[in-house]
């Protein structure tokens, strides 16, 4: 027992060590501007550039096969830096800081970021609801995932690393056609390289054999308003780079009302996995985390 102990002390102590400096290099670029591009002119110069490639998309909220379709995109004058530094939600915040694990959504600017214990661990763009079906805002929690399936709204619709939020109304994320600006029917559209990040960051629920859940996943939190007959907000960023920025204060009253619930349920995954009698559950050891009922998929 003690050298498993042992080896996992290490274990632990290693990642933390390798997340340490990961942040630190973490690079800022020297400029913080943006500029109208041709998109085909900027192909034709950085396409093989994947790291680049990633920004530009995830500025623009599109995919690559979108991106070559507009007839104007923004780039950064400098793109030598993180693809933190061309999104809007703040790299570390201190309200966070009891909260392992947590992801937001940003309506307004069409971004995600995951944080842990109020770190930015990873943010990329989205596509969410379109103006009639919007995405519902609020806490939510990560339910079940399918590496592939189906939607039941159309038959035709393969979603890829898809992840269950509301499992009433079949929200979650998952890959699908990003054309830069909300149009899902309410699910919130990835690129595949961030669905696939998300779908294996994530802790789903846990349920008993009567599906009851036990323990909820990670908590998600919504936020924000998009104004869909306005221009795409991003475009604003040519005048003014920080128009789109996130502050700490806004995450921070984002999260305030549902801090206790979300800690809450931590305590619960914790004591769960730790084996203490506090909670003592009668089917806890035949407890499935992938079971679940599949109502919808947008």
């Keep these: 027992m003690t050298r498993a102990v042992f080896i996992l002390t290490l274990i632990m102590f290693l990642f933390s060590c390798e997340y340490s400096n990961n942040k630190l290099k973490r690079k800022r670029p020297e400029s913080n501007s943006y500029r109208f591009e041709d998109p085909n002119k900027w192909l034709a110069k950085y396409a093989k550039d994947t790291a680049l490639l990633r920004i530009i998309l995830a500025v623009n909220k599109t995919d690559s096969s979108h991106f070559a379709q507009m007839d104007s995109v923004i780039a950064p004058v400098d793109i030598s830096g993180d693809i933190a530094y061309y999104l809007p939600f703040p790299l570390s915040i201190s309200y966070l800081k009891k909260i392992n694990k947590i992801i937001f959504f940003s309506y307004a600017t069409q971004t995600f ?158 004591t769960f996995y730790s084996g203490s009698k506090e909670l003592q559950h009668p089917v806890a050891s035949a407890y499935r985390v992938n079971r679940y009922i599949k109502i919808a998929a947008r």
């Design 113 to 270: 970021a995951t944080y842990e214990k109020g770190e930015l661990i990873y943010t990329g763009p989205t596509n969410m609801g379109r103006k009639k079906d919007v995405t519902p805002t609020g806490l939510f929690f990560a339910n079940w995932k399918a590496k592939e399936t189906t939607s039941t709204f159309n038959d035709e619709w393969n979603l890829r690393w898809n992840f269950n939020i509301s499992n009433k109304q079949g929200i979650g994320w998952h890959q699908y056609d990003m054309p830069g600006y909300p149009s899902s029917h309410s699910c919130l559209r990835l690129l595949e390289k961030d669905a696939q990040y998300l779908y294996n960051w994530a802790d789903q629920w846990i349920l008993d054999e009567k599906d009851n859940i036990i323990v909820n996943g990670t908590p998600i939190i919504i936020f924000g308003n998009y104004d869909f007959d306005a221009p795409r907000p991003w475009l604003q960023l040519v005048a003014n780079p920080r128009y789109l920025d996130i502050t700490k204060a806004e995450l921070q009253n984002q999260t305030k009302p549902y801090l206790n619930k979300i800690l809450l349920e931590q305590r619960k995954r914790e």
